[in-house]
């Protein structure tokens, strides 16, 4: 049976879909078969950071009951990586119903060995039926205090929810000289620290192309850190 991850924070901006694209193509190329999952309904770009934009079949068409999960499965150019992609108009939000997540997304678990789920920030009802789509939760936060504290709040609901909360990521370090130090940061969320990933302009360059950074430029710092994020993951998952 795969791992079911939830990618969360509690801000928005934090850095959980350039985590989620990232990690699964680490985990890809570490010969894992990978599902990416865009469960973020309303804020939608998953799938353009992994470079698909003309997807048919969402998951919104599937939660509007219009059509089946498998026709929203998208093969990538990224080996061993599936995308489920979102749309982005509102005619397709307006239909979807998030409280059908769980119940679409959890069935695929016997397909892969990990599907990534990238949520929307918060504990909204949209971002809690995504949330509550996986059974493991990766925490995404930047080194600011109330982004930390946000983000440990959404630990500790979905830990409640019965989640096993595997840790964080402090991502963004370095780019202010008031960056909380990632042992302060440890000691706040009360959960392991798994990586921190470096302010890297590399990152954003090949957010922009289309092809996330361990594609984009392996050897960059960003890319060293998602590369480790998903050995890290391999190890405790
Ligand atoms: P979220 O999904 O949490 O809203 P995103 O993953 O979309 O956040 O990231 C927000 C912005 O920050 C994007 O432009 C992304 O390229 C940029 N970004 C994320 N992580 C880094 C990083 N480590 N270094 C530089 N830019 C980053
Ligand atoms: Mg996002």
Redesign the pocket.
Known sequence: MGHLIS?A?G???????????NLSIALGKLGKKVLAIDA?LT?A??SL?MGIDDAETTIHDVLAGEASISDAIYQTSFENVDLIPAAIDWEHVKKADPRKLPGTIKPLKGYYDFLII?CP?GLQMDAMNAMLSGEEVIL?TNPEISCITDTMKVGIVLKKAGLAVLGFVL???G?SENDIPPEAAEEVMEVPLLVV????????E???EGVP?VEYDPDSE?AK?FMKLAEEVLKIA
């Open positions: 990618i924070s801000k928005g901006g934090t850095g959980k879909t350039t985590t989620t694209a973020d804020m770009n998953l950071v990238d920030a995404i991502n963004r370090y780019r990933v470096p302010e890297d302009p590399k990152v954003r090949a957010t922009l950074v960003g850190a």
